[in-house]
């Protein structure tokens, strides 16, 4: 017995990108020019290249330039700070996206650093991450923005409300603690020393998972009506027969969906909203570089 709304992700992103459509063919007739998302691969991890695939063909299907910069894995760390420096430096690049993982040989952080933040549209360097703490306007990590825009659309106001975060990534759980606390919920950052996390979670109006363990948030930790949201994308071992796993949450869905509110499904859920918010921000950031005004309420 499924009691839970089905927050349709899917949806959801599909919204937001006419909405950034339309924003980028009203930059592109006032600026002259598109505005531009730059994305960097370094190595052939098939994941990762799958991703930059999909955020180059969204990015252009928006009505946006895309620059895809693909390196060999054993890319040294100064040529691709080089190449970092030199996208800053272009005046058709408005965002600039450095796919993460990278190689092990390579500093992720020394890469993130030199970042122009006005172009850092996945809100991944010390400036963001200082603007976003001291609420000051600056671009957000895409995946925990996209995962307020849907539980402001399904709640409306969050003021007051217990929210529990599972994970503390800087890609996902501290931003999404901070976006929480800027609308006024009561916060809570779980991670892999919590104690009793069951209990923990029971309290929570607003569950958002992001631990990467399949299943690992049970239906019996869910309070009645919560809304949850699963950032996870586990991919299990493969039924006999079978040649792929299936792709599961953080959370046991089947089980949160007969006590929660409303739930994210995966896939359908958070994953699309992510590259949907990367246009957004990349848009956002094309007005603001080139002194344009867009409304707090535009997008
Ligand atoms: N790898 C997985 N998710 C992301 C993301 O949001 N940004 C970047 N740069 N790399 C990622």
Redesign the pocket.
Known sequence: MTVAAIIDGKAHAAQLRARVAELAASFERKSGRKAGLAVVLVGDDPA?QV?VRNKGKKTVECGMASFEHLLPEATRQEDLIALVEKLNADPAVDGI?????LPDHLDEQAV?DRINPDKDV?G?TPASTGRLALGLPGLV???PLGCLMMLKDRLGSLSGLDAVVIGRSI??GKPMAQLLLAESCTVTIAHSRTKDLPEVVRRADIIVAAVGRPKMVMGDWIKPGATVIDVGINRLPPEPGKEKGKLVGDVDYDEAAKTAGAITPVPGGVGPM?IAV?LRNTVVAAHRNAGLELSADAI
């Open positions: 990762s991703y996206l450095v796919q993460l993982p993130v996945d991944l990590p895409c995946t890609l996902v992510t990367l």
